[in-house]
């Protein structure tokens, strides 16, 4: 499942070796790296939440399985290190641009620290994963209520991945008709207009291991146990939109135009450690560590904007099946089946 990309279980591509120079150029990079999946996570967070725009009547219920994928684009596959501000030095013996967790790199730019020219930290930028799409399954529920409204649920439990990490999302969104309120579109019974909006927000943790380097010649704690490292990633996304759909006998064509956004919250929780090079005392000018305790926390805006979206609906008896494609940052796919009734 493409899932576990972000809850470790691609090894290598989550370490984040790059705390080892400070917690600043962590942040800066880790931001970088992670980038193209918080965008397709909150690409897929925004669609999925309807298959018409006619609200059940009070009492009537929908529960549909289904799942959303976004692709990253090919722009979103490395990113530019050398135009970065970093604290270390850059190592261009490869190409200046580096992987994104979606992309792939044989060759990857190095980055190195010193103080009064002694060496304390290198590394290699990590590389991705190759996958540059992202599929987010999810169960939801709606509800009609009273006056032409629908509420909706959407849940995943957290699930867990051995010790890798784990996985979850829950959500929450409506829908009210306004053709209801408009005598002439009342009277047209294969169209409904309604307004509809959502919220949804996942979490994943991804476990990781990053010890000390050989390049220390200090060790202050060399029993140390660093297996609490995770990397943790909450994406919220919520949307806006006018839908309209229009039914003829099983079939159900709708759109919607809209407005959607994502927030993005990053953490490396855990204890790392950061190197440094002893500046007095008996073992001066030797490259030693210390311990940081959630060294990288990164709040910031996902994406923010117009949301367009179209699709169709099959109705057999209380079954549906239903596509749709939804356009807002990136490009996403959505496919359900599901029952309904009233």
Do not use: C
């Not at 962590?26 to 925004?46: C, D, F, H, K, W």
């Not at 991945?161 to 829950?170: A, K, S, V």
């Not at 759909?245 to 490396?268: D, H, K, M, N």
């Amino acid at each position: 499942m493409q899932w576990t990309v972000l809850t470790g279980a691609s090894g290598q591509n989550t370490r984040l070796d790059f705390v080892y120079g400070g917690t600043g150029d962590a942040g800066v990079i880790l931001q970088e790296y992670l980038e193209p999946y918080a965008r397709m996570i909150g690409s897929n967070l925004t669609a999925g939440w309807y298959n018409t725009a006619r609200p059940h009547k009070l009492g009537g219920l929908d529960v549909t399985a289904s799942v959303s994928w976004s692709r990253a684009p090919l722009a979103a596959l490395t990113y530019d290190i050398s135009g970065m501000e970093l604290d270390g030095t850059i190592e261009l013996s490869a190409p200046d641009e580096a992987p994104t967790i979606a992309g792939e790199q044989e060759e990857r730019p190095s980055i190195y620290y010193t103080e009064e020219g002694i060496e304390y930290a290198r590394f290699t930028l990590p590389d991705g994963t190759g996958v540059d799409f992202f599929p987010l399954p999810m169960l939801q529920m709606t509800v009609g209520l009273p006056f032409g409204t629908d509420v909706s649920a959407r849940f995943v439990p957290m699930i867990g991945f051995g010790n890798y990490g784990e996985i979850g999302l829950w959500g929450v969104g409506g829908k009210h008709s306004v053709s209801q309120w408009i005598p002439v579109i009342k009277r047209i019974r294969p169209l409904d207009i309604s307004l509809q909006g959502g919220y949804t927000r996942v979490t994943s943790s991804s476990h990781i291991t990053v010890e000390p380097q050989a390049i220390v010649e200090v060790d202050p704690s060399p029993a140390f146990n660093w297996d609490d490292q995770f990397i943790v990633q909450d994406v919220q996304g919520w949307t806006v939109n006018l839908i309209t759909s229009q039914t003829l006998a099983f079939i159900t064509f709708y759109q919607g135009i809209g407005y959607a956004s994502s927030l993005v919250e990053i953490r490396a929780e855990g204890h790392y450690p950061v190197q440094f090079v002893i500046p007095s005392g008996p073992d001066e000018n030797k490259t030693s560590y210390e311990i940081v305790n959630d060294p990288v926390t990164l709040r910031y805006q996902n994406f923010s904007n117009i949301r367009l979206n179209a699709g169709a609906r099959l109705k057999m008896g209380i079954f549906t099946l239903h596509y749709d494609f939804t356009h807002t940052f990136y490009s996403t796919h959505s496919v359900g089946i599901g029952f309904t009734f009233r």
